[in-house]
């Protein structure tokens, strides 16, 4: 079965900034889309950002445009979240979703629109 494999995850101040990993088994994801979503205890599922890897537009949610960017490289099957001037509220587990279908690039913040999901990686900021 396709694997994703978060990382990068960790405890850090506020305003500080963290990298995530996402790690696919499956190349033929670069191709059509990947996203962050992130879930903190006792919350719903949050969507953070989208990427279709076939002509690399990207979406984000209002609560992280101008802080996160999201890219990913191709020939290493990864993909990646950059996090600038991390909040509080931004503490949570970090998921990276994959999907094969082109339907993820018209419903980019939908989490039914992934298929594959990793184990999550923590993300705690203190003040």
């Known amino acids: 079965q396709v694997q994703l494999v978060e990382s990068g995850g960790g405890l850090v101040q506020a305003g500080d900034s963290l990298r995530l990993s996402c790690a696919v088994s499956d190349h033929t994801f670069s191709g059509t889309a990947i996203a962050w979503f992130r879930q903190a205890p006792g919350q719903e599922r949050e969507f953070v950002a989208h990427?279709?890897?076939?002509?690399?537009?990207?979406y984000y949610a209002d609560s992280v445009k101008g802080r996160f960017t999201i890219s990913g490289d191709a020939a290493k099957n990864t993909a990646y979240l950059q996090m600038n001037s991390l909040r509080p509220e931004d503490t949570a587990v970090y998921y990276c979703?994959?999907?094969?279908?082109?339907?993820?690039?018209?419903?980019?913040?939908?989490?039914?629109?992934?298929?594959?999901w990793g184990r999550g990686t923590q993300v705690t900021v203190s003040s």
């Open positions: 979703a994959a999907s094969p279908r082109v339907m993820a690039t018209m419903y980019p913040n939908d989490q039914y629109s992934y298929d594959y």
């Open positions: 990427l279709s890897w076939n002509d690399h537009t990207t």
